[in-house]
């Protein structure tokens, strides 16, 4: 059965840093798409940032404008996983982050972990 596991939520300051970390198992994403969405209180789930696939070592990034410059995504070194490290960090920052998946070819995220909360105080 498929799963995902974010871990590294938690409580900082206006300014600081995070990272969150997701693993993967139960099928291999490993030329899929990894990414990340948040949910704040009261507001819909957006989208965070993304790592996809693009042929042998390659992976494309895409970003939230909101995160852009501050949020860097990179699969990491074990198979399956995925890192976001949060910088700069802001109060509007703080949600529950998703990791989330989705197999090659696929057009929607299939695949959601349980969430990891984050919050920034200012």
């Known amino acids: 059965q498929e799963q995902l596991v974010e871990s590294g939520g938690g409580l900082v300051q206006a300014g600081g840093s995070l990272r969150l970390s997701c693993a993967a198992s139960g099928r291999t994403f490993t030329t899929g798409t990894m990414g990340w969405f948040r949910q704040a209180p009261g507001n819909e789930r957006e989208f965070v940032a993304s790592t996809t696939w693009t042929g042998g070592s390659a992976y494309y990034a895409d970003y939230a404008d909101s995160v852009k410059g501050r949020f860097t995504i990179s699969r990491g070194n074990a198979v399956n996983t995925v890192d976001l490290q949060m910088s700069s960090l802001k109060p509007e920052d703080t949600a529950v982050y998703y990791c989330?998946?989705?197999?090659?070819?696929?057009?929607?995220?299939?695949?959601w972990g349980q969430g990891t909360q984050v919050t920034v105080s200012s």
């Open positions: 989330a998946a989705r197999a090659r070819g696929a057009t929607r995220y299939d695949y």
